[in-house]
């Protein structure tokens, strides 16, 4: 009896073709809430330092002065605590994941503070 439900089974997996995707090329289906990577819309951003204090690897620093928020992608565990505190909800996880890298990989976001009108210029 065993042999013919692992015949069954041989003959479905040979039909089939591979289960598992080549990741780079081909992108797999995401779903709405796949935590992926961490995006920011800097020009809400008040550089509290909030999510850099609640993030447990240290992957996220901030710099109020020169009004820069970087993270370091190969750090970050996707765990969503600096989305939860951010007190003005600049920060959100979304569904795509960071691209595969050999090095370390730090984006770093900067905010424009431009003074001048365009008519100025």
Not at 64 to 90: D, H, M, N
Request: with cysteine.
């Amino acid at each position: 009896m065993s042999i013919l439900r692992m015949t069954k089974t041989l003959i479905k997996n040979l039909f089939h073709g591979p289960f598992t995707v080549s990741y780079p090329i081909e992108k797999k289906e995401t779903f709405d809430r796949t935590r992926g990577s961490i995006g920011i819309s800097i020009d809400d951003c008040i550089f509290c330092g909030m999510c850099e204090r609640r993030c447990p690897t240290n992957a996220i620093h901030t710099d109020k002065a020169r009004t820069s928020w970087s993270i370091e992608r190969l750090k970050c565990i996707q765990c969503g605590y600096c989305t939860e505190v951010c007190p003005k909800k600049c920060l959100m996880m979304e569904n795509h994941y960071t691209e595969p890298s050999f090095g370390n990989v730090r984006d770093v976001h900067v905010k424009c503070t431009n003074t001048q009108s365009p008519s100025e210029s």
